[in-house]
């Protein structure tokens, strides 16, 4: 069996890290038990194999099932009880903090993950944008180490040749936020890292993006953006694996998506605040002006939309990023 064992990522029962001599023996003993247990990862063994409940962890293998000989067998999906949301995402970032990186622009997404997991940081952007001046503040405010890596308009056009080629939507939208991610899994690779904590998830959990202040049914919004998550998440992972790493997603983690999911959405949003609960978490654990500071996107903050535009606009797409970007797929 231990020959045909393999797991990316990793996976726990009962709020316990499993070792893989542990998972090896539920798989050998009591293989349904693999359906509650929670984590990011993906195993295969024998002609069987398995992905997390949300498929966090990419592989061949449908997100949230058990699949064996070609056909499901039973389905990923953790019967836990529930836990007030800042328990949950404290619980969460315990489960992962044991080795990595954290992904950290400034806003409270990250540097909430960043106060949890005491781990170095690592921020991206121009010289002199908004995200590395923003992570260099709060990385001091909670005595943390962070790496600053500064990048080039001329190393943006050689991450947008890669990222394109990997990517399952090449928007601009997409390829701004991939590139900007790129350069975090570049630096963590060539450092021995294969983990990076970040804070996907959180706008779609706890109602970020300014456009909810204006929704008219911020509950449905919310469930539609939420089921958007799949596909960024295969975006995200799909830059990381170029590097050897992947992106570890504490606020997807189960227990804090039902936890935030329980949460009425006009308790979200409201008098021009966004993501309340997450920053009454916050709150407990980082200064106040950090837990309530309203953050750019990580592609605007970082610098590198701007860098696109003008490295489009050089090429003659004066009007049409989406227009540069396509030319990538004929020169390949």
């Not at 316990?16 to 509650?36: A, F, V, W, Y």
């Not at 064996?68 to 990923?76: E, F, Q, T």
């Not at 121009?126 to 260099?136: N, T, Y």
């Not at 227990?255 to 308790?267: E, F, G, K, M």
């Amino acid at each position: 069996m231990e020959s045909d064992f393999y797991i990316r990522g990793w996976a726990e029962s009962g709020g316990i890290r499993l070792s893989d001599d542990k998972i090896i023996e539920m798989l050998n003993h009591t293989p349904g038990l693999l359906s509650q247990c929670t984590g990011e990862f993906y195993i295969r063994w024998n002609n069987c194999s398995a992905r997390d409940h949300f498929g966090i962890m990419p592989g061949p293998s449908p997100a949230g099932t058990i699949v064996c000989d070609g056909k499901k067998l039973a389905s990923i999906d953790p019967r836990l009880p529930p836990v007030e949301v800042g328990r949950a995402i404290e619980t969460a970032v315990a489960l992962r903090r044991d080795e990595g990186i954290v992904a950290l622009s400034g806003g409270v997404d990250s540097a909430l993950i960043a106060a949890l997991a005491g781990r170095e940081c690592v921020a991206v952007g121009l010289e002199g944008s908004h995200d590395l001046r923003r992570a260099r503040l709060v990385a001091d405010e909670l005595g943390l180490p962070l790496e600053c890596v500064t990048v080039r308009e001329e190393d943006i056009k050689e991450a947008l040749r890669k990222v394109l080629r990997v990517i399952p939507r090449k928007t601009p939208v997409d390829a701004s936020i991939a590139t900007t991610l790129y350069f975090v899994a570049e630096w963590a690779g060539e450092h021995g890292y294969e983990r990076i904590l970040a804070g996907q998830g959180a706008d779609e959990l706890f109602g970020g993006y300014a456009r909810y202040l204006k929704s008219e049914n911020l509950e449905e919004e919310l469930k539609t953006d939420f089921k958007g998550l799949q596909i960024q998440s295969k975006r995200d992972q799909s830059v990381a694996a170029l590097h050897n790493t992947y992106f570890s997603m504490p606020y997807m983690d189960i227990r804090v998506v039902r936890a935030a999911q329980a949460i009425p959405a006009c308790n979200k949003v409201g008098e021009g605040i966004r993501k309340r609960p997450l920053r009454e978490v916050a709150e407990r654990h980082i200064p106040h002006e950090v837990a309530y500071y309203e953050k750019k996107a990580m592609q605007y903050g970082s610098g590198i939309w701007k860098a696109i535009q003008r490295l489009a606009r050089q090429n003659g797409y004066k009007k049409s990023v989406q227009g540069y970007l396509s030319q990538f797929n004929r020169v390949e």
